[in-house]
């Protein structure tokens, strides 16, 4: 079982930026892709931005790329997202997540394991 668990999350103006934390499980998180989604009120999960187990291909949604960047530390199991430039349609619940699937997947049903979620809130 893969435990994860986001932090960073917060308020910040348009324009800002925040960097996103998720504390992963070290006995499995080199093996896995990794992954952001967001959900914001009355919208369906989208993914962000994906990163594969060696962090050798990175993939991002067309709303954040230019703007955020995921990465990885497989030396202490973490995984970050640096957000930049943050616009309001950003504000939403940020999840991270592992997948057992080779690459970079983008579909939420790729990933077994999930966060509890951290609230970012843009104002403008």
Do not use: H
């Not at 992954?35 to 060696?54: D, K, M």
């Not at 619940?93 to 966060?115: E, F, K, L, N």
């Amino acid at each position: 079982q893969v435990q994860l668990v986001e932090s960073g999350g917060g308020q910040v103006q348009t324009g800002g930026s925040l960097n996103l934390s998720c504390a992963a499980d070290r006995r499995t998180f080199k093996g896995y892709a990794m992954a952001w989604f967001r959900q914001a009120p009355g919208n369906e999960r989208e993914f962000v931005a994906a990163i594969s187990w060696n962090a050798g291909s990175t993939f991002y949604s067309e709303s954040v790329t230019e703007r955020f960047i995921i990465t990885r530390d497989n030396a202490n199991y973490i995984l970050s997202l640096q957000m930049n430039n943050l616009k309001p349609e950003d504000a939403a619940v940020y999840y991270c997540a592992a997948s057992r699937r080779i690459g970079t997947p983008t579909s939420s049903d790729q990933y077994s394991y999930w966060g509890q979620g951290t609230q970012v809130t843009v104002s403008s």
